[in-house]
């Protein structure tokens, strides 16, 4: 327990310090203070807006996966737990916290709890690779028309590696070299749970038919919550163009993943600086821009909360058996 105290309150300094550096370094205050009040209020809550109807999308992503492994939750229970995951996931180590709450919110829900893993899991993948595909579709034209190969690189680089990972993941090689280590500790039950993990993992890729849906599903939530984002710099008279943004958002997307920080604050911020201050925004506004843009992710967490203050303090769970059989 001190221990994940201890790595908890580590990571929330370096949150502290990397938002405090960009301040200090980085940030006009003046200009940051100006592009705050310059904001285009109506503009941003529309894509507020946008960003729950995207997260009703992810929510139905999740629903599909869960469908192809004949786990029949509705979909107002995955809604639920999905913002239920963002109010207690939202201040979690890495961006990806929330799902892990997710996850193991919905296995009470499940014939197999690994299946709850195994489907979040499966939809972050396909919704990384479909990120990439789109910063790889749109950076080849960008690159070749402006003569700047770096981003176009950087892309297929960050692509590979992420395709690698997911490889040695889920082969049967990772369990073999992991059980052999956790076997010297005595942790058998946890080489077991992970080759549950990844039998239910790559059984999904017999499901076309989903897999297909969730493809499609997954492009709309990437290409929707790119544009959002757009209009979130919009908003602030950033002058960047529309394209930059399609290829931006899936690298900031991957960085804030790294375990470094509280959900990613202040790698997201430092991140937002870096990609977009060389195309034309200020530190001011890039800063102001990944600020609006974990605001939104605030309220969707607020949300969250509401959802769990009327469902009361631990949902009911149902009888799916039941429900399996009857589908």
Same mark, same amino acid.
């Given at each position: 327990m001190m221990k994940k105290a201890s790595q908890f309150l580590l990571k929330g300094l370096i949150s502290v310090g990397l938002i405090t550096a960009l301040l200090i370094w980085k940030v006009d205050m003046a200009e940051f203070v100006h592009a705050f009040c310059s904001v285009d209020i109506p503009l941003y809550l529309m894509a507020t807006v946008l960003f729950f109807v995207q997260n009703l999308i992810i929510a139905y992503c999740w629903q599909i996966v869960l469908v192809a492994q004949r786990n029949n939750v509705p979909f107002l229970r %995955? *809604? @639920? %737990?999905? +913002?239920? $995951?963002?109010? +207690? $996931?939202? +201040?979690?180590?890495?961006? &990806?916290?929330?799902? &892990?709450? !997710?996850? +193991?919110?919905?296995? !009470?829900?499940? !014939? @197999?709890? %690994?299946?709850?893993?195994?489907s979040m899991f499966v939809t972050r993948v396909v919704g990384f690779l479909t990120n990439f595909a789109i910063a790889l579709v749109v950076a080849f034209p960008v690159a070749q028309a402006t003569g700047n190969m770096k981003i176009l690189q950087v892309v297929v680089v960050m692509t590979v590696?992420?395709?690698?990972?997911?490889? %040695?993941? *889920?082969?049967? @090689?990772?369990l073999s070299g992991l059980g052999f280590i956790l076997n010297r500790f005595g942790m058998q039950a946890i080489i077991a749970k992970i080759e549950l993990f990844q039998n239910s993992s790559r059984a999904l890729r017999h499901e076309k038919t989903s897999m297909f849906k969730l493809v499609l599903m997954s492009l709309a939530f990437q290409l929707l919550g790119s544009y959002i984002i757009y209009l979130v710099g919009v908003s602030l008279g950033i002058p960047v163009a529309w394209y930059h943004y399609f290829i931006m958002i899936p690298l900031i997307t991957a960085i804030t993943v790294l375990p470094l920080s509280i959900a990613g604050i202040g790698l997201r911020e430092g991140a937002f600086v870096f990609f977009f201050v060389p195309l034309g925004a200020t530190e001011a506004q890039a800063f102001s821009l990944s600020l609006l843009v974990f605001a939104q992710w605030i309220s969707a967490a607020l949300a969250g909360g509401v959802v769990y203050w009327l469902s009361g303090s631990k949902p009911e769970a149902e009888p799916l058996q039941e429900e399996v059989a009857d589908s």
């Open positions: %995955v *809604l @639920q %737990v999905h +913002f239920i $995951g963002s109010f +207690f $996931g939202t +201040f979690m180590p890495t961006s &990806i916290g929330m799902d &892990i709450v !997710r996850a +193991f919110s919905l296995s !009470r829900y499940m !014939r @197999q709890g %690994v299946d709850a893993m195994s590696l992420f395709i690698f990972g997911i490889w %040695v993941l *889920l082969h049967p @090689q990772f």
